[in-house]
Nanobody
Framework: QMQLVESGGGSVQAGGSLRLTCADS????????VAWFRQAPGKEREFAAR????????YYANSAKGRFTISRDNAEAAIYLQMNNLKLEDTAVYYC??????????????WGQGTQVTVYS
């Protein structure tokens, strides 16, 4: 079992940065791919970034490339999403999820409750 809890969301001016954290209280953290998804108001949830169980491989959605960096610390059972040069369109609820190497929502079994990111002009 995994219990994912996101933190670090907030309001930031366009061009600013935020660092999201996803922490797990279970013992299986290091076995799973962990991803960040996001859901903007009125839109479907979409994939943003993922990282392999060992932390050696990452993959980003086009919207995140060059601006977002995903990393993990398995000893701390934590995943991070560093978001730089934030844009208005990055405003969304950000969710972390654990599952298999995929960009599909259905391939992720465990989900956090989400953290709100609001970017203003």
């Amino acid at each position: 079992q995994m219990q994912l809890v996101e933190s670090g969301g907030g309001s930031v001016q366009a061009g600013g940065s935020l660092r999201l954290t996803c922490a797990d209280s279970g013992r299986a953290f290091g076995f799973y791919t962990v991803a960040w998804f996001r859901q903007a108001p009125g839109k479907e949830r979409e994939f943003a970034a993922r990282i392999s169980p060992e932390g050696t491989t990452t993959y980003y959605a086009n919207s995140a490339k060059g601006r977002f960096t995903i990393s993990r610390d398995n000893a701390e059972a934590a995943i991070y999403l560093q978001m730089n040069n934030l844009k208005l369109e990055d405003t969304a609820v950000y969710y972390c999820a654990a599952g298999t190497w995929s960009s599909r929502i259905s391939d992720y079994k465990y989900w956090g409750q989400g953290t709100q990111v609001t970017v203003y002009s």
